[in-house]
């Protein structure tokens, strides 16, 4: 061996002079948080979380406010008020109308004028008809003794729940029919209350419809039933082996039955057929008196899907009263 490769073995050193030891001492910036330090992202940069010394640091998207910042919405997202790089950015809700808004009126609600995407909402009338009658006629009736007038009831929905203050117009009962003042565009629950002029007297009102007013006019009719009224309800499925919630499509049905029977004359019953997937709903009118009724799933051929659930001394009220059953639990065999 020469002296100059003796030399280099010596020192650890291979030929062309390179360390032939692999360790590498530990360092900030390896991308492996070592002791005494807090973090090390691979990196000697700062301003990303993670400073040049491997010590924690603010940064944009932290979730805290640091005071170079506007703001700090936890992420580096634009277009949600505040920007990528933390500063207070324009936006649908600030109340103030910036370019490519109609209006801004700082809430994101439907039917106030000014739309949930900030843009002017025009406005549109629900035609509302009315009839009384009986329910073993559907000749129409004059307007009952003291009813002199109609009242529409319009509240619009944010989807299913209410939003703002009902809107409330006025007609001569005797007219069968009335066009409501102009509301901002949406969907109204909408329903028809009948009584005197000074609205201290109320004879009855209507079953409740959603009218669409979204992008054109809309109707409501709807009878006053002098003599009977109505049962709503919703229901749920189990399985009766299971006792678990079912689907109506775990069921293999697409219907359900109701079926009341009026106690003080057994043979006098009526049927309504629901679709399944609906969850609920609200029977033809019935007269007034105490029934049995009897809900159960139905299969393709309409036979029944398991034992009928049956609600005893239910009691329909007139006029044009809605007596809730509330939900009603239907056991389907095999499940």
């Given at each position: 061996?020469s002296?100059?490769?003796?030399?280099?073995?010596?020192?650890?050193?291979?030929?062309?002079?390179?360390?032939?030891?692999?360790?590498?001492?530990?360092?900030?910036?390896?991308?492996?948080?070592?002791?005494?330090?807090?973090?090390?992202?691979g990196?000697?940069?700062?301003?990303?979380?993670?400073?040049?010394?491997?010590?924690?640091?603010?940064?944009?998207?932290?979730?805290?406010?640091?005071?170079?910042?506007?703001?700090?919405?936890?992420?580096?997202?634009?277009?949600?008020?505040?920007?990528?790089?933390?500063?207070?950015?324009?936006?649908?809700?600030?109340?103030?109308?910036?370019?490519g808004?109609?209006c801004?009126?700082?809430?994101?609600?439907?039917?106030?004028g000014?739309?949930?995407?900030?843009?002017?909402?025009?406005?549109?009338?629900?035609?509302?008809?009315?009839?009384?009658?009986?329910?073993?006629?559907?000749?129409?009736?004059?307007?009952?003794?003291?009813?002199?007038?109609?009242?529409?009831?319009?509240?619009?929905?944010?989807?299913?729940?209410?939003?703002?203050?009902?809107?409330?117009?006025?007609?001569?009962?005797?007219?069968?029919?009335?066009?409501?003042?102009?509301?901002?565009?949406?969907?109204?629950?909408?329903?028809?209350?009948?009584?005197?002029?000074?609205?201290?007297?109320?004879?009855?009102?209507?079953?409740?419809?959603?009218?669409?007013?979204?992008?054109?006019?809309?109707?409501?009719?709807?009878?006053?039933?002098?003599?009977?009224?109505?049962?709503?309800?919703?229901?749920?499925?189990?399985?009766?082996?299971?006792?678990?919630?079912?689907?109506?499509?775990?069921?293999?049905?697409t219907?359900?039955?109701?079926?009341?029977?009026?106690?003080?004359?057994?043979?006098?019953?009526?049927?309504?057929?629901?679709?399944?997937?609906?969850g609920?709903?609200?029977?033809?009118?019935?007269?007034?008196?105490?029934?049995?009724?009897?809900?159960?799933?139905?299969?393709?051929?309409?036979?029944?899907?398991?034992?009928?659930?049956?609600?005893?001394?239910?009691?329909?009220v007139?006029?044009?009263k809605?007596?809730?059953?509330?939900?009603?639990?239907?056991?389907?065999?095999?499940?």
């Amino acid at each position: 061996m020469s002296r100059l490769a003796w030399v280099w073995a010596s020192l650890g050193l291979g030929l062309g002079g390179c360390i032939l030891s692999s360790s590498v001492d530990p360092a900030c910036g390896d991308g492996t948080k070592d002791v005494g330090e807090q973090c090390d992202d691979g990196d000697l940069e700062a301003g990303d979380g993670c400073s040049s010394t491997c010590t924690f640091e603010p940064f944009c998207g932290d979730g805290i406010k640091d005071d170079d910042e506007e703001c700090d919405d936890n992420n580096i997202a634009g277009g949600d008020g505040c920007s990528a790089i933390c500063q207070i950015e324009p936006f649908c809700g600030d109340s103030t109308t910036d370019p490519g808004e109609g209006c801004d009126d700082g809430a994101h609600v439907p039917s106030d004028g000014c739309s949930p995407m900030c843009q002017v909402e025009v406005t549109y009338a629900t035609t509302a008809r009315w009839s009384f009658r009986t329910v073993a006629s559907s000749t129409a009736l004059a307007c009952p003794t003291g009813v002199t007038t109609i009242q529409v009831i319009s509240q619009a929905l944010d989807g299913d729940s209410p939003v703002g203050s009902a809107t409330v117009d006025l007609f001569d009962c005797a007219t069968m029919t009335g066009t409501i003042t102009p509301v901002y565009q949406g969907r109204y629950q909408t329903f028809l209350a009948a009584g005197n002029s000074s609205g201290t007297q109320v004879y009855a009102t209507t079953v409740s419809a959603v009218v669409d007013l979204t992008t054109s006019d809309g109707d409501y009719t709807a009878a006053f039933v002098d003599d009977g009224g109505y049962f709503s309800l919703a229901w749920t499925l189990i399985g009766a082996s299971s006792n678990l919630p079912k689907t109506c499509a775990d069921a293999m049905t697409t219907s359900v039955s109701v079926l009341s029977t009026a106690v003080a004359s057994p043979t006098s019953f009526f049927e309504d057929l629901y679709t399944c997937a609906d969850g609920g709903g609200v029977t033809a009118a019935l007269p007034a008196g105490t029934y049995t009724v009897s809900v159960s799933g139905l299969d393709a051929s309409d036979g029944s899907l398991g034992t009928p659930v049956n609600l005893t001394d239910r009691t329909i009220v007139a006029p044009n009263k809605v007596t809730n059953l509330g939900t009603v639990t239907i056991p389907i065999d095999g499940l």
